[in-house]
């Protein structure tokens, strides 16, 4: 009797295993961060898990019993055809990535894998899809690729500017220490901006940072003040303001108003009623008695910047006055061609010097 009775409780034991297993299996499922989803052969939907939902805003409810294609976009729909007709025949389908539409409208990345879902018979009656959401590693790769043709673009730019400073500062300079001197000098500088730029993945830099970056190494900075709207600067204009300071700092520190402790600059700026970016550098000091610069010194590289290399990378115009213990150097620019676009009313408030005064802004 007992040996009668033994298939009898085999098959209720391997009915209590099977059971068990679909429990376990549906929890993987239901637990699972990507979306799992199996439907026939006629691409109507049968199983749709928690995080099919999540990932395109229909319910469990509203999805099953649905076709597939209201996941796919008008353009990819022969996808579709293909993948069934794979299935159909067993062939395997290869993930792959892709497009699908969510319940409102957005489309979305996704990683796609295909397997065959069989009967107890082996028949092929359906198709299991596993969904990867890779939006983001897809706008990361967009955005390495925009970085990267950035870079190149700056590069190429960078590599312009140091073969004009090369030219113009030899023309210049007679002595070669000189003359390495003034391109190491000039090359730091542009270093200095490109620094600025590559913290913010070139979305630009304050126009506060870059003064302050480029006057640092003169030191004085309590005989500085700086005065106007906080403001972030396009790239284009990190790299041209950035040099015209450095020039500017170089000729404040051997020949005005950053070489004695009596000198003094003030640097505002100002956004006028036409929007139109306006900034004035002007510096007082001591005359110096034995100040012998002849016209070559007084029109070299820096003062082609001043005159003409920055106004006309930034569309604007500038004039550059001197006479003995004075100088007084002023831009004049569409705004368009400084700032960083903005959403929402424009910021007025004001950066203050080197920590030695704060002033009324624009």
Same mark, same amino acid.
């Given at each position: *009797? ?67 294609? *209201? ?27 892709? @497009? ?23 028949? !092929? ?18 955005? !390495?690729?925009?970085? *990267? ?11 312009? #500017? !140091? ?74 204009? #990190? ?44 510096? !007082? ?29 930034? +569309? ?33 408030? @004001? ?9 009324? +802004?624009?």
């Amino acid at each position: *009797m007992k040996d009668l009775l033994a298939p009898a409780a085999d098959d209720e034991e391997q009915g209590r295993l099977s059971a068990s297993a679909d429990v376990r299996l549906a929890a993987i499922v239901d637990s699972s961060f990507d979306a799992i989803i199996s439907k026939d052969l006629n691409s109507i939907i049968k199983t749709w898990n928690l995080a099919a939902e999540r990932m395109f805003g229909y319910s469990a409810e509203e999805a099953v019993g649905q076709s597939i294609l *209201m996941l796919i976009p008008d353009h990819l729909k022969s996808e579709e055809t293909e993948i069934i007709a794979k299935v159909r025949s067993g062939d395997r389908v290869a993930s792959y990535e892709t @497009v699908r539409r969510r319940k409102d409208g957005a489309l979305i990345s996704v990683s796609l894998t295909v397997s065959p879902i069989r009967n107890a018979d082996g028949e !092929i009656i359906g198709a299991s899809k596993i969904a990867r959401d890779i939006s983001a590693a897809k706008e990361s790769e967009r955005r !390495i690729r925009l970085l *990267m043709r950035e870079v190149n673009h700056r590069v190429k730019n960078q590599f312009a #500017v !140091i073969l004009s400073m090369v030219r113009e500062t030899s023309k210049r300079s007679n002595d070669p220490r000189e003359f390495e001197e003034l391109i190491r000098a000039r090359i730091m500088a542009l270093s200095r901006s490109h620094d600025l730029l590559v913290t913010t993945e070139w979305a630009g830099a304050s126009l506060f940072d870059l003064i302050q970056e480029h006057l640092k190494p003169f030191g004085r900075e309590e005989q500085i003040l700086l005065s106007g709207p906080v403001l972030t600067l396009q790239s284009n204009a #990190v790299q041209n303001l950035g040099m015209a300071f450095h020039e500017l700092g170089t000729n404040s520190s051997k020949y005005g108003a950053l070489g004695s402790d009596s000198g003094r600059v003030e640097i505002t700026w100002t956004i006028g009623s036409a929007r139109e970016f306006q900034l004035i550098w002007k510096e !007082i000091s001591t005359p110096h008695p034995d100040d012998r610069r002849d016209e070559t010194t007084r029109k070299g590289f820096g003062t082609v910047v001043l005159q003409r290399v920055t106004p006309q990378s930034l +569309g604007g115009s500038a004039t550059l006055e001197r006479s003995p213990g004075h100088l007084e150097w002023r831009l004049s620019a569409p705004l368009a061609s400084i700032i960083v676009p903005q959403t929402g009313s424009e910021a007025d408030d @004001v950066s203050p010097g080197f920590g030695i005064q704060k002033t009324t +802004g624009a």
